[in-house]
């Protein structure tokens, strides 16, 4: 992009990326004063960022002035994941075929959980991310399923944190937290209720990459129906075994650089 950097510390590649950011937790149109003060950005660097963006369809312009997202930025992250999640996808289908509940397939990403896929039918039951969305890993049955069998430096750099509440059900405290997450990962599945979303509840299982955590698998049902969710495990298992067989061709760990220890980017 043109133009040289006046701000020392900050690179053009970093500004970029704070206007893009700005964006990340917003479904409305920004104008360019907010998307300024969001980035950190002062108006006129904004202002030709922005142009440049849109000129790339990385973002788009209203009538009114505003900014959203383009369609190009939605493109490029079809491709995130898309190995593994066109590989998995026959079997989360199925998952959701079989018990008529929500499935959804999450990975590692830093320190939430990035929604690969997802299938769900017309019930109505409170969802906290789309696909390619990210959720909390404390609060969510698939996101404790990857702190309770990812490494052991993961959970200890994430209790470090300061862990967010959703609800009031939220784990928050990193003791109680840690002593959930060493249960889990003793009993081989996790549970949820109310904890990301009330009205919600969750059961999910490990899915494994070559002798190691790859990803998380789970069910989201109405909170209503929670007391028996430990029928669902059976087919939990055995789906998370055949998506285990199905991707253990895929390189996981260059999917995403979280996966790797000598690169935590927690």
């Given at each position: 992009m043109a133009g040289?950097?006046?701000?020392?510390?900050?690179?053009?590649?970093?500004?970029?990326?704070?206007?893009?950011?700005?964006f990340?937790?917003?479904?409305?149109?920004?104008?360019?004063t907010e998307i300024a003060e969001r980035a950190g950005l002062p108006a006129s660097t904004t202002h030709r960022l922005v142009a440049e963006l849109t000129e790339g369809e990385l973002l788009s312009r209203k009538e009114d002035g505003s900014y959203q997202l383009g369609l190009r930025i939605w493109e490029l992250a079809q491709n995130t994941g898309r190995q593994l999640r066109d590989t998995a996808r026959p079997f989360v289908q199925e998952l959701f075929a079989l018990?008529?509940?929500?499935?959804?397939?999450?990975?590692?990403?830093?320190?939430?959980?990035?929604?690969?896929?997802?299938?769900?039918?017309?019930?109505?039951?409170?969802?906290?991310?789309?696909?390619?969305?990210?959720?909390?890993?404390n609060s969510t049955a698939v996101g404790k399923i990857l702190l309770a069998f990812d490494e052991p430096?993961?959970?200890q750099s994430y209790l470090k944190l300061d862990i967010h509440k959703s609800t009031s059900?939220?784990?928050?405290d990193p003791q109680i937290l840690n002593r959930q997450l060493k249960h889990i990962n003793?009993?081989?599945?996790?549970?949820?209720?109310?904890e990301?979303?009330?009205?919600?509840?969750?059961?999910?299982?490990?899915?494994?990459?070559?002798g190691k955590l790859g990803a998380g698998l789970g069910l989201v049902i109405p909170s209503a129906n929670a007391a028996n969710m430990e029928r669902y495990l059976p087919v939990l298992q055995a789906t998370s075994e055949r998506i285990t067989r199905a991707t253990a061709h895929i390189p996981l760990d260059t999917l995403l650089a979280s996966h790797r220890k000598d690169n935590p980017r927690g």
């Open positions: 040289g950097n006046r701000e020392p510390g900050r690179t053009v590649t970093s500004k970029v990326i704070a206007v893009l950011g700005a990340e937790h917003n479904v409305r149109p920004l104008g360019l018990t008529g509940e929500t499935a959804q397939l999450v990975v590692r990403d830093k320190n939430e959980a990035l929604l690969i896929d997802r299938a769900y039918g017309p019930k109505k039951v409170p969802r906290s991310a789309r696909v390619g969305g990210r959720m909390p890993l430096w993961v959970r059900k939220t784990i928050v003793e009993q081989g599945y996790s549970i949820t209720i109310d990301q979303r009330v009205g919600a509840a969750s059961i999910a299982v490990p899915v494994w990459h070559t």
